[in-house]
């Protein structure tokens, strides 16, 4: 039985709800869990014979209604292009290699390295480029991460930076399953 609380009369909802009954924390445990299982061989079924070394790869390695887990690959001179997650909240695993992180702080764009182990989450409104970073020596082994979100990933939007220091959205696509 669901309660319904009662607000003074001209009161609007509280802003503050969440599409999602999974939090940030819950997303980062999961996708840490999701990487050790990848790295104890659990996700094998699903890795490809050989990594390409010039195209992203991804693949999902869970779904339900509250969350769907992708594995992605991350090669040189490759990235997501500015974008946000629409309706969804997320979090990533960087399993080997690292990533950069270019985000968008409402007048800049922030850069931060993620290496191997290292987390981080995405709350709503999140806008983001990703590429595997520059600063690690190159080696033949991928650049991976889990990454979650909740609700499920159904729509990713692009943006480009103005002139004028603000952000401009170019596209909307549907994921309806398709690469994270």
Do not use: C, N
């Not at 050790?36 to 992203?56: A, I, N």
């Not at 709350?123 to 033949?140: E, I, N, Q």
Request: hydrophobic share 35%; no cysteine; aromatic share 8%.
């Amino acid at each position: 039985m669901t309660s319904t609380l009662s607000r003074p009369a001209g009161t609007a909802a509280p802003s503050h709800h969440l599409p999602t009954r999974l939090r940030p924390a819950d997303l980062l445990r999961l996708t840490d869990q999701t990487a050790s299982d990848v790295l104890d061989g659990r996700h094998d079924d699903v890795l490809p014979e050989y990594w390409d070394r010039e195209k992203r790869w991804a693949t999902r390695l869970h779904f339900d209604d509250d969350v769907d887990v992708w594995l992605i690959s991350w090669t040189p001179d490759e990235s997501t292009d500015l974008h946000d997650h629409a309706g969804s909240l997320g979090a990533l695993t960087v399993l080997s290699g690292a990533l950069t992180e270019y985000r968008w702080t409402g007048s800049q764009l922030r850069a931060r390295t993620l290496e191997e182990g290292d987390q981080a989450s995405f709350p709503l409104g999140w806008v983001h480029d990703v590429v595997r970073s520059s600063s690690r020596v190159v080696t033949s082994e991928p650049t991976l991460s889990v990454h979650a979100y909740s609700p499920p990933l159904t729509a990713m939007s692009y943006y480009e930076v103005t002139d004028s220091r603000s952000l401009k959205r170019t596209k909307t696509v549907l994921t309806d399953g398709g690469a994270a």
